[in-house]
């Protein structure tokens, strides 16, 4: 049972590169959520899947696109990376939404 | 909108003193509250909430909360500090009238425990 897992840990990538965050969940949880983590910001809502085949965009969402590709997974693509994209990425789910959210571990993107 | 606000970005304190973390959010409707924890490198971790009830909430490793809806605070605090408590702290917000389990994050407060 692992819970939250990131892949990759680490990533640099150089301006207009894309890649793809993946995030898997072994919970059962409806919900699932990206967040960007910056110094002295907390924790920015990029996108959110409230259950499997529905994504909608949250605080931060501009340069970023999420597929939900089924209940276990939620993807979170930069098609162009730019500088300001440089951050903590961290996946989350909850199965609602007085319940606790469950993060994974963060990938930490670098984009020169 | 939304918003929470935690009013410290650091607070250093010496082990076994008490200690207070700052939140005040603001609302038009009813609210849950969270305190999460982020230890060095890891991602975060529940604290407590407050749901109804008993405004004052604890966690398991002695630190408490108290829901103060006239001055729309919640603000942690434990008695004793550890070392170990060194970390970063996130007051979160939702709001209770259908919503998706959204979570607004205040800036962060890091506890720093010195021996």
């Known amino acids: 049972n692992a819970g939250v897992t990131q892949t990759p840990k680490f990533q640099v990538l150089k301006t207009g590169q894309s890649m793809t965050l993946q995030c898997a969940q072994d919970m059962n949880h409806n919900s699932m959520y990206w967040y960007r983590q910056d110094p002295g910001m907390g924790l920015r809502l990029i996108y959110y899947s409230a259950s499997e085949g529905t994504t909608d965009k949250g605080e931060v969402p501009n340069g970023y696109n999420v597929s939900r590709l089924n209940k276990r997974e939620f993807s979170l693509r930069l098609e162009s990376a730019a500088p300001s994209q440089t951050s903590v990425y961290f996946c989350?789910?909850?199965?609602?939404?007085?319940?606790?959210?469950?993060f994974g571990p963060g990938t930490r993107l670098t984009v020169l | 909108a939304q918003s929470v606000t935690q009013l410290d970005s650091q607070v250093p304190v010496f082990e076994e003193a008490p200690v207070e973390l700052r939140c005040n959010y603001s609302?038009?409707?009813?609210?849950?509250l969270f305190w999460y924890v982020q230890y060095p490198n890891q991602g975060l971790q529940l604290l407590l909430k407050?749901?109804?009830?008993?405004?004052l909430v604890e966690s398991i490793n002695g630190f408490e909360a108290e829901f103060n809806k006239s001055q729309t605070s919640f603000h942690l605090r434990k008695p004793s500090v550890h070392i170990s408590d060194t970390a970063e702290y996130f007051c979160?917000?939702?709001?209770?009238?259908?919503?998706?389990?959204?979570?607004?994050f205040g800036q962060g407060t890091t506890l720093q425990v010195k021996p």
């Open positions: 989350a789910t909850t199965q609602g939404f007085t319940d606790t959210q469950y």
């Open positions: 407050y749901l109804s009830g008993s405004t």
């Open positions: 609302s038009s409707v009813s609210v849950y």
């Open positions: 979160a917000v939702t709001h209770g009238s259908g919503n998706t389990g959204k979570l607004i």
